[in-house]
């Protein structure tokens, strides 16, 4: 019998899942803003379209700004940041005062930062204050279940991310292995075994997951919440 | 003792850091701020405390006594030291909770009594609060983020650790509790107070829970996991006023309460901290009765008074009330959080005659009270210095095995010049209270 109740265990699915979102897509986001820099300029088109989001800022400068700090638009950083933050919050007796206060400060840091010039310096310590939060949850959190669950949302996220930028199938793996291993330690029932052996399936092959896209991701999206609903 | 503005600053910013906020709904919007927050502490010496601390315990041992008694035998009415109109017509009295003990006998487990000391150094009871007093975690998490901001302060002075509150609070629920786990029941992430329910649930190391995690089966509370086994709950901290806490025994549209928690209530399988009912003793209007029940129930003198207070419902009262309204401040009984308080020194001759007709045509509705010119404290400007503001004082008493008054406290204070509300709802702000320990 555990103490996670089922909005517990969702909002600390989704609290990884959002502190992922912000974390990777940042990383992402210095890389694309990287090649921007001195070869194309439009790189940033192909950022957006392997999140599937619509190109609503015409221009690199405005998809910069726009991506990382309208908060009005659920797709950008600063929401991941306010969803990430949303779900802590509701987990503060679970995760404890100090993780909260890594994403308070990430979020902190990161509206500071919009008015600077430069982001991307600016940003750094965003990235500084979400690894401070995992390593929080690693260290101080004393629920190994809590633990396990943010962590699967922190995998499931950061594969979603991956298998969208085409990451290479041997970095893939390894994430894909570290989240077997959470789901070894979980309770029978909170993992959904139809849509694990989707994943097992595809990643079996190199390269296949790239012809089966969108399958894969709608297995990993489901990983947990239809057992759940079950 | 002195305490810099950069130093203040820095409390300040750990405040914002962990969060320490309260929500307000304004203007159709729900919108949490931060507690404002003056780090020039308010020091009650050992000796002083040691006074408060006889004085609170008494009271809210009398306190208990007469919650025992409304809802069985009710002898003090009987009696005729508290008159049947002001227990069976109060708002806080709840037929359905008559006849049952809840365990232990313990009805109010944390008491938020509300004093004031005047000029002249005396302590007055403005106020008690026995149904879900909240404020305890400010002044908590206060203490441990001033001991690292300003950590001088405390080397360099004698004040009692009060850090032990969670401690305090669990092994009050840990006394009743019926065997399961403890929780806390919150209304949910838009509750004015939920980061208190968050603090202490992590502090106290109880579950905190919504309705809608609980649930009564055979009599028996329990909550559910996020596989759905079932683990029994002994005790809830509930944060949840008695109207919503069970819409098959109370207010039947409530959506934030457990059906049926008063089944395994009344079945003496669970306790409810506060217990349901408690309303009737912290009535304004039961509170004039207060010092009556402690000679009444405990055979002993009021160590701690009462602001001096009349109620219109006598005659004689009446006619103090209406000669001297100019002076006195008057109070609604149904209200709370500071509303419903009026000065008669702020009324025109329009309102004044307004409000004497309605305490003429309502008069257990109401009650007057001397206004007592309480002292002001210190608290920092936005230069850093010193400007002097009125200020209170809520205490905590926790009963459990014993009563204990927890050695710190609420202090707020207004932040308006000259004002007397003090409320965080009306704006007010809250500073650390030391007790000294030598």
Redesign the interface.
């Known amino acids: 019998?555990?103490?996670?109740?089922?909005?517990?265990?969702?909002n600390l699915y989704w609290l990884g899942r959002y502190v992922e979102r912000a974390y990777t897509t940042l990383n992402t986001f210095f890389n694309y803003c990287d090649i921007s820099l001195d070869k194309d300029k439009n790189s940033y088109k192909e950022f957006l379209d392997k999140l599937d989001i619509e190109d609503k800022y015409g221009d690199y400068k405005r998809f910069i700004h726009g991506y990382l700090y309208d908060g009005a638009d659920c797709f950008t950083v600063s929401s991941s940041l306010r969803f990430a933050h949303?779900n802590a919050?509701?987990c503060?007796?679970v995760i404890?005062?100090e993780a909260?206060?890594y994403i308070?400060?990430a979020a902190?840091a990161f509206h500071a930062s919009s008015k600077e010039k430069n982001p991307r310096l600016s940003l750094m310590p965003v990235i500084d204050y979400l690894l401070a939060f995992w390593g929080s949850i690693d260290d101080k959190l004393a629920s190994g279940e809590a633990r396990t669950i943010v962590k699967c949302g922190k995998l499931v996220e950061r594969l979603d991310l991956y298998f969208r930028f085409s990451y290479d199938h041997k970095l893939i793996n390894s994430e894909y292995e570290k989240l077997c291993y959470l789901l070894s330690r979980v309770?029978k029932?909170?993992c959904n075994a139809r849509h694990l052996a989707v994943l097992v399936e595809v990643l079996a092959i190199e390269e296949s997951y790239k012809a089966r896209l969108d399958e894969v991701l709608d297995s990993l999206s489901r990983l947990f919440e239809e057992e759940?609903a079950a | 003792m002195e305490m810099s503005i950069a130093t203040a600053r820095e409390i300040n910013k750990l405040m914002a850091r962990y969060g320490v906020k309260f929500g307000i709904y304004k203007n159709g919007g729900f919108i949490e701020q931060l507690f404002p927050y003056d780090a020039i502490p308010r020091i009650i010496s050992r000796d002083e405390f040691a006074r408060l601390d006889r004085g609170l315990v008494q009271r809210v041992d009398a306190l208990n006594c007469f919650l025992r008694d409304i809802y069985s035998k009710a002898s003090i009415v009987a009696d005729k030291v508290v008159p049947e109109e002001f227990v069976y017509i109060s708002k806080g009295y709840m037929p359905e909770c008559a006849h049952i003990v809840p365990p232990a006998g313990v009805y109010s487990h944390i008491s938020g009594i509300d004093l004031v000391q005047a000029k002249d150094g005396a302590w007055y009871i403005l106020e008690d609060n026995l149904r879900i007093p909240s404020g305890a975690s400010y002044p908590l998490i206060a203490r441990e983020l001033s001991r690292i901001a300003a950590p001088e302060a405390f080397s360099d002075n004698d004040v009692t650790d009060n850090r032990n509150y969670s401690e305090m609070l669990r092994e009050t629920m840990d006394f009743v509790n019926r065997g399961g786990l403890n929780v806390i029941l919150t209304p949910g992430r838009y509750n004015a107070a939920y980061f208190e329910h968050s603090y202490l649930a992590e502090r106290t190391g109880a579950l905190l829970v919504k309705a809608s995690e609980l649930a009564v089966e055979d009599a028996v509370l329990y909550m559910k996991d996020y596989l759905g086994v079932k683990a029994k709950v002994g005790a809830v901290y509930r944060r949840i006023s008695d109207e919503y806490l069970d819409p098959m025994t109370f207010r039947a549209d409530s959506l934030i309460g457990v059906p049926h928690i008063m089944d395994a209530y009344r079945a003496g399988n669970v306790a409810i901290i506060n217990a349901p009912g408690n309303g009737v003793a912290d009535d304004k209007g039961i509170y004039y009765f207060v010092p009556k029940m402690v000679k009444y129930y405990l055979d002993e003198e009021p160590i701690l008074q009462n602001a001096p207070t009349y109620l219109p419902y006598y005659e004689d009262d009446m006619k103090f009330t209406l000669d001297n309204i100019k002076r006195l401040v008057i109070k609604d009984v149904s209200e709370a959080g500071g509303y419903g308080v009026v000065f008669g020194s702020g009324l025109s001759e329009e309102k004044l005659a307004e409000l004497k007709a309605t305490i003429i045509k309502e008069p257990r509705r109401f009650i007057s009270q001397e206004v007592i010119d309480f002292i002001d404290l210190d608290i920092m400007d936005e230069n850093g210095g010193a400007v002097p503001r009125k200020a209170d004082l809520r205490a905590y008493v926790l009963t459990g095995k014993s009563t204990r008054v927890w050695a710190s406290g609420l202090t707020r204070f207004s932040r308006v010049e000259g004002s007397f509300i003090v409320n965080s709802s009306q704006g007010g702000g809250f500073k650390d209270t030391w007790v000294l320990s030598r």
């Open positions: 019998m555990g103490t996670i109740t089922i909005e517990y265990s969702s949303d919050l509701v503060r007796n404890g005062s909260l206060a308070q400060l902190d309770r029932g909170f759940r």
